[in-house]
């Protein structure tokens, strides 16, 4: 019996160990094929470089991961999406350096930095103004994925006594009270390195134009908006009231031109006064947030980017963008969501400058030129500068300008006055003219030495009507050269020191110096520690670019050239805001 109970006792020994060894069987089999469904079916690494403006790249890093760990591939090899925080401007700045262009108050990369596969910059006007100095830089995409209304930050006790939140506030209103000395004590991130400054910009412009005095008004709000000027998002940010004491919301920062986004950040920090979004009306171009594939990707990236466009089009995207404070593509915003008091739903999707259904972002339809116009009047307000205007008078000058009844000379001298209505009393500005034998046998003549406006605005506006065209030739090189000189002769630390020519025509001036002799003085008398800017503006067709480009070479500057002087407006505002590129 023993026996048989021992061999019942194996018997059953036996069994548990196959019982066991089967059910690790079916364990082992059932896990095998799991790692097969959830592993990637792909292998190797494809790098996709992806530069995000700061507060949207912790979502764009949370759904790449998360797409990175699903499998994302192309053509079997794994996806991985390297999301880095990057502020616009840096990433604008290298990309114009890689294109051998520089932008507006941005100045150039050191040349160490790559451009990324994919940019989702803060807003689309950074590619727009790319597109205007860079032929070569045609993104793809351009979608939006994110907005964030532009709204008036203004401390809450502040906002209140405009009407808030209760009374809808308008561009013309703040316009009136930032140029009338109500007391609103106003900032602004440098619009040509913020977007949201850019855009708060284009919105009082806009004011400003409806005006009666449009110039005079525009002009006084960007001087008023320019004594409350950071660099930084950050350094405006601190400007704010850090205190209830009346007297210290008194003396801090009252308005600024920022994102939705950031009321919602800086509130969050739970500050002693919160700070009210106020949504002006008509609504200020909004942040959009586009997709840009930037030219010269490669083919795999290049599908990698369509793959991680599609993620950002998901729930979960939505999600995390209203934990970050963001809105989706179409203004709406999910549950988690901070929304500020009084914020529309949706929102930021129909700016005044863009036209119905022309594309899916917000600076669809805005006109580069009105950017270019309005950062360039802002650099000439709110810089301070010395400058040489030196005006061709020779006998060309007299053609008419078709469709009109005034000639280039007077359409020239109009141009240099309204110029000269922008610059503040900071200015120093001298003017001449130039053609051949004006005295003697030398082709210049100084009306009004360079000197500061504070003192001899009067004298300069009593000098240009006496700008007439002579009958004759063109002394170019050797006005260039004297001009020049007595620019440097004066030179000043933190001014940009130029001089700005004005011509009709080519050198032409048989007993002046050599184009040769010109430029070999120049380069003698160059001195990269005291730069001088050298900005031609040709009028019409006879003039010589060749001979032109050639002289800025040697000094910096620019040439600005239009066949139809009734243009010379514009290529002016943007040709004395030219300033030195900067390295970064």
């Known amino acids: 019996m023993s026996g048989r109970h021992r061999n019942r006792g194996r018997s059953h020994g036996v069994t548990a160990v196959a019982a066991a060894a089967a059910l690790f069987v079916v364990v082992a089999g059932a896990w095998l094929g799991y790692q097969r469904l959830v592993q990637p079916a792909c292998s190797g690494e494809l790098r996709l470089r992806v530069a995000a403006t700061p507060e949207i790249a912790p979502a764009v890093q949370s759904v790449a991961d998360q797409w990175t760990r699903d499998g994302a591939a192309v053509e079997g090899v794994c996806v991985v999406a390297q999301v880095d925080a990057a502020q616009p401007v840096d990433v604008a700045a290298g990309v114009a350096t890689q294109h051998g262009v520089s ?30 100095v860079a032929s070569g830089f045609e993104p793809t995409n351009r979608a939006s994925v994110a907005r964030s209304p532009v709204v008036v930050a203004m401390p809450e006790p502040v906002a209140a006594k405009v009407g808030w939140p209760d009374t809808k506030l308008t561009w013309t209103a703040l316009l009136k009270q930032i140029t ?8 602004i991130v440098e619009p040509t390195r913020d977007a949201a400054g850019l855009s708060g910009l284009l919105s009082l412009g806009q004011a400003a134009n409806a005006s009666a005095d449009a110039q005079q008004s525009g002009t006084k709000a960007m001087r008023a908006l320019a004594t409350g000027r950071s660099q930084l998002r950050d350094d405006l940010l601190a400007r704010f009231p850090r205190s209830a004491d009346p007297a210290a919301i008194a003396s801090a920062l009252s308005a600024a031109s920022l994102s939705e986004e950031d009321v919602i950040a800086y509130n969050a920090k739970k500050p002693p006064i919160r700070l009210a979004a106020i949504y002006p009306e008509p609504a200020p171009l909004s942040l959009d947030y586009p997709y840009a594939v930037l030219p010269g990707i490669q083919a795999a990236q290049g599908k990698a980017a369509q793959g991680l466009f599609k993620v950002l089009g998901t729930d979960a995207f939505r999600d995390r963008l209203g934990e970050q404070g963001l809105r989706a593509p179409d203004g709406t915003f999910t549950p988690g969501f901070a929304a500020p008091q009084g914020a529309p739903s949706p929102a930021g999707t129909n ?11 917000a600076a669809a339809g805005l006109d580069p030129v009105v950017v270019d116009r309005a950062l360039s009047s802002w650099s000439v307000s709110t810089q301070p500068g010395r400058l040489l205007a030196v005006i061709d008078v020779s006998g060309s000058m007299k053609e008419q300008v078709p469709g009109t009844n005034v000639n280039r000379e007077q359409v020239t001298v109009q141009t240099a006055a309204r110029g000269l209505s922008l610059f503040d009393d900071t200015w120093e500005v001298g003017l ?19 000197g500061p406006l504070s003192s001899q605005r009067d004298e300069l506006q009593k000098a240009l009507p006496l700008v007439v065209p002579s009958n004759g030739d063109t002394g170019l090189y050797d006005t260039t050269l004297a001009a020049y000189k007595t620019v440097q002769e004066g030179w000043q630390a933190g001014r940009v020191n130029s001089v700005v020519l004005f011509t ?3 050198n032409e001036n048989p007993g002046g110096i050599s184009q040769q002799r010109l430029l070999s003085e120049l380069k003698k008398a160059a001195d990269p520690e005291r730069p001088i800017q050298m900005v031609i503006l040709g009028i019409g067709k006879d003039v010589n670019q060749d001979e032109l480009k050639a002289i800025v070479k040697v000094t910096g500057g620019g040439v600005f050239v239009t066949e139809d002087p009734s243009k010379i407006g514009d290529i002016f505002l943007k040709a004395i805001a030219l300033r030195p590129p900067a390295t970064r």
Request: net charge positive.
């Open 504 to 506: 009709d025509g080519k």
């Open 432 to 450: 001449w003219t130039f053609s051949t034998n004006l005295v003697g046998s030398r082709p210049w003549r100084q009306l009004v030495p360079i």
């Open 180 to 187: 009338t000395g109500s007391g609103l004590r106003t900032g």
């Open 103 to 132: 932008l507006p108050g941005v100045g150039q990369a050191s040349g160490s930095d790559v451009p990324p596969d994919v940019w989702i910059a803060d807003s689309s006007t950074w590619l727009l103004r790319l597109q205007s």
């Open 351 to 361: 700016p005044p400058s863009a036209t119905p259904n022309s594309g899916g972002t």
